[in-house]
């Protein structure tokens, strides 16, 4: 097959693992005879840096024409100044809304030989395989919002809204996802306080019993979740939440896997590209050093291949060239026991490729 991608490296160390992603993707596309295009485009703090705004008209009309895209990171300590009119997070935004991709599928699963780096009990964290999927472009990331001054002094708010229609579609595609698993689904809310999370908590009961009597549906409060999944974190399917309770409950979730360098996610919305980043964010303290790890983002390139391109043979590859490596002891720096023996972001992404070829 023919494929067009379009690389969005970003900032950080994003230009670093985005380069491994294109390595393993160059890889796989020679071992099972596609042809894979890459084209780069600048988002985020780069963006800002060459254009002026985070998300180029450019850069978004590459993007809308292409099959997939990978995206590294954005955004950094050089464009953290609160008071500047554009920030590099707002390309993140940008892309996310304007090409449709509300659903954010980030899987959660714990390798054996890396038990040992959570700091977990190993225990505890022996069968974890959870799915969550996340709301990516509603709530309160979206909503209204304003910072002026009127008679109480200086004020800010920002709303968390819900449309039925938008939870309903969210609901839909985590439902269909427990239904190929282990047919368990948790949705999160904030129901004893929030009335947008009293509609969501009503919708999701209503599509489950209407359209998915077959999964089991589970409804728990946002609190409780984070205790949940440090407390019990092998009792979650998939679990389903807002933009907002997804970012925060995914970060602490990324630590059961040993590295939040290890997570990979996918963007995805009715039609259109998706779009492919890892969760670990920029790292400005070790951008340029080489020494991230880019299992995040080659994990995000192997959910390419099965979401975006249909390719799910090719994606089992990058992911079984992944735990070769892992078994056969690869670690860099935010793995090793032994820092001294880490491997360059740019060696873990040759080991991986080698595994796949010699698969
Ligand atoms: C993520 C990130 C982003 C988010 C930031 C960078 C805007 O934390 O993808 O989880 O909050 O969605
Ligand atoms: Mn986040």
């Known amino acids: 097959m023919e494929a067009k991608i379009v690389l969005l490296p970003g900032d950080g160390v994003g230009p670093e693992v985005t380069a491994e992603a294109t390595k393993i993707l160059r890889t796989v596309a ?32 590459l993007c809308k024409a292409s099959d997939a895209v990978i995206l590294g990171a954005v955004g950094g300590p050089k464009w953290d100044d609160p008071n500047a009119p554009v920030r590099p997070e707002q390309g993140l935004l940008g892309i996310r809304k304007e090409l449709g991709l509300y659903a954010n599928l980030r899987p959660v699963s714990v390798r054996t030989a890396l038990a040992e780096a959570t700091p977990l009990k190993t225990h505890l964290v022996a069968d974890v395989d959870m799915l969550v999927v996340r709301e990516l472009t509603g709530g309160i990331y979206f909503g209204k919002r304003d910072r002026g001054q009127d008679d109480a002094g200086e004020f800010a708010y920002d709303t968390m809204y819900y449309t039925a229609a938008e939870i309903e579609r969210i609901v839909r595609i985590a439902a269909v996802a427990a239904r190929s698993r282990r047919k368990t689904l948790t949705s999160v809310d904030k129901a004893n306080v929030l009335g947008v999370s009293r509609l969501w908590r009503a919708t999701t009961e209503r599509v489950m019993a209407e359209e998915f009597p077959d999964v089991e549906l589970e409804n728990i409060l946002v609190d409780a979740a984070a205790m949940y999944l440090i407390q019990q974190p092998a009792r979650f399917d998939v679990i389903v939440t807002g933009n907002m309770f997804g970012d925060i409950l995914t970060d602490e979730a990324s630590v059961l896997a040993g590295s939040m360098g290890l997570l990979p996610s996918a963007s995805l919305g009715d039609d259109g590209p998706g779009l492919f980043e890892p969760i670990h964010g920029s790292a400005p303290d070790i951008a340029g050093k ?43 720096a935010d793995l090793a026991n032994d820092t001294s023996q880490a491997l360059s972001t740019a060696e873990m992404g040759d080991r991986i490729a080698a595994a796949i070829r010699s698969a």
Do not use: K, W
């Open 290 to 332: 080489g020494i991230a790890n880019p299992i995040g983002m080659i994990l995000s390139a192997a959910m390419l291949c099965r979401y975006s391109l249909n390719l799910e043979a090719e994606a089992a590859a990058i992911e079984r060239g992944v735990d070769a490596v892992i078994d056969a002891g690869a670690r860099t």
């Open 30 to 61: 020679d071992a099972f005879g596609h042809t894979l295009t890459f084209t780069e485009a600048l988002l985020g703090g780069i963006a800002i840096d060459q254009t002026g705004i985070p998300l180029p008209d450019e850069t978004l009309a």
